[in-house]
């Protein structure tokens, strides 16, 4: 009965290999995003949807595509992976009320490694 | 973080002292201001958050306090605990846009026994 679950959990692929990350939420959200951290556990926003729509979509190459079927599914796909892909990847989801509290709750997080 | 800066980047203190972690940021129109705790190997979670209509707010050990003018917001944990021990990020929204948080580049905080 986990909030946000994302899968896999763990990921080790070699260079130029295409993969995707799966993410579903139960909590109700409109509202989902992807973070990159990275080893310095840095932690970036990369995209988010809200309703399915596109709402954030930062400076990433576009060998990372989102994609949301419906609003509790956010899936990242990653095409022709590079050694700097590696990091952990989290997903999460909010509820999209504005001037309301806005909690992101995040993922497990997903551990990709590009050898 | 591009918007968020936070200090120190590592904290050691001995159980049972405080812990302070200070982040600025950079725009004046960010309204809200939420902590996340993440142990090591887990997910980031909410601990604490502040809206910018408050400046303190405490919840057991911790509270957080905001200084708008200042543009700087403040994390303090009292009687600290070796399960404490964990990186701490603040954040802020980008601008008035709910959806987008800013992160600091985490502290990593220790408690020693």
């Known amino acids: 009965d986990t909030a946000v679950s994302q899968t896999p959990k763990y990921l080790v692929t070699q260079m130029g290999n295409d993969k995707s990350i799966k993410c579903e939420q139960n909590?109700?959200?409109?509202?989902m995003y992807w973070y990159k951290q990275d080893s310095k556990k840095f932690l970036k926003i990369m995209f988010s949807?809200?309703?399915?729509?596109?709402?954030i979509n930062e400076t990433v190459p576009n060998r990372f595509s989102p994609k949301s079927p419906d609003k509790a599914h956010l899936n990242l796909h990653i095409n022709s992976l590079e050694l700097g892909d590696s990091a952990v990847y989290f997903c999460a989801s909010s509820r999209s009320v504005r001037g309301s509290r806005n909690t992101i709750y995040f993922g497990e997080g997903s551990w990709l490694t590009v050898v | 973080g591009e918007n968020v800066e936070q200090h120190p980047s590592t904290l050691s203190v001995q159980e049972g002292d405080s812990a302070v972690i200070k982040c600025t940021y950079s725009d004046s129109a960010s309204n809200y201001f939420p902590w996340y705790k993440q142990e090591l190997g887990k997910r980031p979670q909410l601990i604490i958050d502040i809206r910018s209509n408050v400046g303190e707010k405490k919840d057991q050990r911790i509270a957080v306090t905001l200084n708008k003018t200042a543009k700087h917001f403040s994390l303090h944990i009292t009687e600290t605990q070796p399960e404490d021990s964990a990186v701490y990020f603040c954040a802020a929204t980008m601008g008035s846009n709910d959806y987008k948080l800013s992160f600091g580049a985490g502290t990593t905080v220790t408690v020693r026994a």
């Open positions: 909590l109700g959200h409109d509202t």
């Open positions: 949807y809200n309703n399915k729509e596109l709402i």
